[in-house]
């Protein structure tokens, strides 16, 4: 499993695209923007897209879904709780580049429990409101050398959860920094500790890093 990072768009939002070397299996998480860019990156590898996946329904988080589905017809992936905010754009209209955006043709909903499987990558679905009502983080649990091959710590994909040393906003529609903080708590924190956090926004972290520095959890 390889993670490609693209920060995109207006408010350089993390674009994810996770790669499965063995089959060359790819999904995007969070197109914000530059679709092209995204897919022109997918095809240059040589890579087989099969989802998009966004973790929350925020437009500088899913800006260009609508477009790379209608280039490449892959499924795109999303809470049922913040769904709605594909087809109700409401506030965030003042967005620049909305007017351009392309709806997704179709959604498939994802939920606490389910797996994204792609050739031998399994990314497992926790939910984790409070940024907003659907926001989803995307775990995978790593590999240890017992397993072949050099072990790797596990990887989650947090969205705007959590940041370095830092947590999501909640002062958005539909955001609850109880929930937010409990879903850190018990969704996170909860983790290997060696576990690598990709952000929505900004650099890498781990959960250890997180649990002892972390300034909202002191
Ligand atoms: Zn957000």
């Known amino acids: 499993m390889k993670v490609h990072t693209r920060a995109v768009g207006l408010l350089q939002t993390n674009c994810y695209i ?8 790819a999904v995007i998480i969070d197109p914000g923007g530059d679709g092209q860019g995204i897919l022109d990156f997918i095809n240059s590898r040589g890579l087989d897209l099969q989802y998009v996946v966004i973790t929350h329904g925020h437009i500088d988080h899913f ?6 589905q209608a ?15 594909l087809e109700d754009l409401g506030w965030m209209r003042a967005f620049p580049g909305y007017e351009r955006m392309i709806r997704p043709k179709a959604i498939t909903f994802v ?3 389910d ?6 990558t399994d990314l497992q679905v926790i939910e984790t409101p409070g940024h ?15 397993q072949g091959g050099e072990g790797m710590p596990g990887v989650l994909f947090s969205g705007d959860l959590i940041f370095s040393v830092d947590v999501g906003r909640t002062d958005l529609p539909g955001g609850d920094t109880h929930q937010l903080l409990d879903s850190i708590r018990n969704k996170v ?7 690598v956090i ?16 972390n300034p909202f959890f002191r």
């Not at 800006?63 to 790379?68: K, N, P, W």
């Not at 280039?71 to 905010?85: C, M, N, Q, R, W």
């Not at 797996?115 to 031998?120: D, L, T």
């Open 189 to 195: 924190f909860t983790l290997p500790g060696d576990t």
């Open 115 to 120: 797996v994204i499987s792609f050739g031998n």
């Open 71 to 85: 280039k490449t017809s892959v499924p795109v992936l999303i809470s049922e709780a913040d769904s709605g905010f």
């Open 63 to 68: 800006l260009d879904a609508g477009f790379v």
């Open 198 to 213: 990709y952000p929505g926004h900004d650099e890498p972290t781990t959960v250890e890093r997180e649990r002892t520095e």
């Open 132 to 146: 907003s009502p659907g926001s989803i983080c995307l775990y995978w649990p790593g590999r240890s050398d017992a």
């Open 18 to 25: 996770v790669e499965d070397e063995a089959s060359g299996k």
């Open 111 to 113: 939920k606490e429990g």
